[in-house]
């Protein structure tokens, strides 16, 4: 089956606090998302690459890739006002027959196991969608109340979310909602099961001073 990645980019950086967006901050030399992108290119050299990009940002995105001799074929595509529209542009230029992993472009430390795992689970059950179980404790506020959570009936969602291309593309076809936290529940809300795999921890998502911190630390080393 032909293999899609839709890379969604659209973050403007203030959690992060910083001038750039997230995304082009640089990690041991190169900016965040030419890391992103390299890790799918790593998983399989004909994967097809869509890059989703703020349509204001993709003149500066064409600058760093000359400044950094960054030359992986990607398709670039304007994305739009929420995540949601920005995947539903990037799946326009994904074919119907084929499996597509939607991953967000300040993740570049998934494995290469958990794209293989995802890819895979997808192909048999049409969907697939990476989880770690949380090592904190939790608690649900209520007001001023709270209350404890059971962790080990708790999962943290990650990228990529694999899908069955057909299936995500009728699913993205329905009005925007604001349940629609990632790809999952856009699926999930016309009647699909959702098939939960284990991710890997150091898939974390880039949005704060500290996790520029703990990337730094993770790059040189990270055995994944």
Known sequence: MKLYAVIVAGGSGKRMGAELPKQYLELAGRPVLMHTIERFKAFNESIELITVLPENQLMFWSDLQKKYSFNIPQTIVIG??????????GLKFVDDDSLVAIHD????FVSNDTIRRCFEEAEKMGNAIPVITPSDSLRMMNGEDSTPLNRLVIRQIQTPQVFMA?????????????????????LENTGAKINLIEGNRENIKI??????IISKALLPGANI
Do not use: H, M, W
């Open 105 to 108: 472009g300040v993740r570049p």
């Open 80 to 89: 739009g006002r929420a995540r949601f529209f920005s995947v539903k542009s």
């Open 166 to 186: 057909k299936l995500i593309k009728d699913a993205y076809a329905q009005e925007y909602q604001q349940i629609f936290t990632d790809d999952a529940t856009v």
């Open 207 to 212: 949005t704060t001073p500290e996790d520029l």
